[in-house]
């Protein structure tokens, strides 16, 4: 049964920084990629960043490239997501999500991802 736990969300004020992480079992270390994706209230579930299962490939949503940073470390079974320079815009629920086998959707499409967390929420005020 894979598990997928985000942890470190909270309120920061705009140009703050945050570090969420999802501690993953229940599956092979690496096997998996590994994506965040955010909702926020009255939109839909978009992906912010994704990682190959080395963590040598990285993606991200155009909103969110030059500020947040997607990383892995699979020997702790641990993703995480680095975000600095926080807006307003970026307030949401934020999900870890993994995803095996091919893919047949871009990185950033949840349509691959078969397991997801519980979600942490990002408050940045202005």
């Known amino acids: 049964q894979v598990q997928l736990v985000e942890s470190g969300g909270g309120s920061v004020q705009t140009g703050g920084s945050l570090r969420l992480s999802c501690a993953a079992s229940g599956y092979t270390t690496g096997s998996y990629r590994m994506g965040w994706f955010r909702q926020a209230p009255g939109k839909e579930r978009e992906g912010v960043a994704a990682?190959?299962?080395?963590?040598?490939?990285?993606y991200y949503t155009d909103s969110v490239k030059g500020r947040f940073t997607i990383s892995r470390d699979n020997a702790k079974s641990t993703a995480y997501l680095q975000m600095n320079k926080l807006k307003p815009e970026d307030t949401a629920i934020y999900y870890c999500a993994a995803a095996n086998g091919g893919s047949r959707f871009s990185p950033l499409d949840q349509r691959d991802y078969n397991y997801w967390g519980q979600g942490t929420q990002v408050t940045v005020s202005s």
């Open positions: 990682i190959s299962t080395g963590g040598g490939l990285a």
